[in-house]
């Protein structure tokens, strides 16, 4: 609780210790330990999806740098790690969906993309996405949630198709990548992911 007079809490304290200023966020205080907890207990389709297990956002981020992958199969080390993170910042204020992110306006998105930024610069990684990396990255997301929304979260594939598009490109072998995996796997699965990418990097 907040005492009187005083501004209102805007740091989150992590497991790790740091507390990272959801205002202000430092890059000092971004650790990929508390990144890969925090997302692969974040569950997408606010939860409303098959199987015992949520699928996580951390899930989800694999999914999608394996479809960035597809779409360019010689795409550098160094922006395979941009696509994983790119919806890093859920560790801390977690995953919206889309229809409410409109409700709430551009707000929601400048702190998101102040933590993102903090984020890139933990990992020596440019604060924004070059745009034709951005394009591919929203083909890849938009690729991943139709795959999400007809296997796992019940939408009809016409549905799916109408707010997504239909994928252009291989999903082939994407199978592990989309079944629900409890956190501790999911978990683990984003950190070795995310350090065979930044050693490859170096």
């Known amino acids: ?5 005083e501004p209102p809490r805007a740091w989150q304290r992590m497991l790790s210790g740091r507390r990272l200023d959801l205002l202000d966020p430092s890059p000092l205080d971004v650790e990929i330990e508390d990144i890969a907890h925090g997302l692969a207990r974040v569950a997408r389709w606010n939860g409303q999806t098959r ?22 199969p010689g795409l ?13 910042p859920e560790y801390v204020i977690g995953d919206i969906i889309s229809p409410f992110k409109a409700a709430v306006g551009a707000t929601y998105k400048t702190v998101e993309n102040r933590i993102l930024g ?10 924004e996405h070059p745009a034709a990396l951005a394009r591919l990255i929203k083909r890849a997301d938009l690729a991943a949630a139709f795959v999400e929304a007809t296997r796992l979260a019940g939408f009809a594939v016409p549905e799916a198709e109408k707010f997504f598009g239909r994928p252009e490109m291989s999903l082939r072998g994407i199978e592990p990548l989309v079944a629900p995996m409890a956190p501790q796997a999911a978990e ?13 990097a170096a």
């Open 1 to 5: 609780m907040t005492r009187r007079g």
């Open 118 to 127: 903090a984020i890139h610069l933990r990992f020596s990684l440019p604060p």
């Open 51 to 72: 199987g015992p297990n949520i699928f996580s956002v951390a899930q989800h981020s694999l999914l999608v740098e394996a479809l960035a992958v597809a779409i360019d």
């Open 188 to 200: 683990t699965n984003f950190l070795r992911v995310f350090r065979e990418l930044e050693e490859a």
């Open 76 to 88: 550098p080390a160094r922006w395979r790690l941009m696509a994983l993170l790119h919806d890093a």
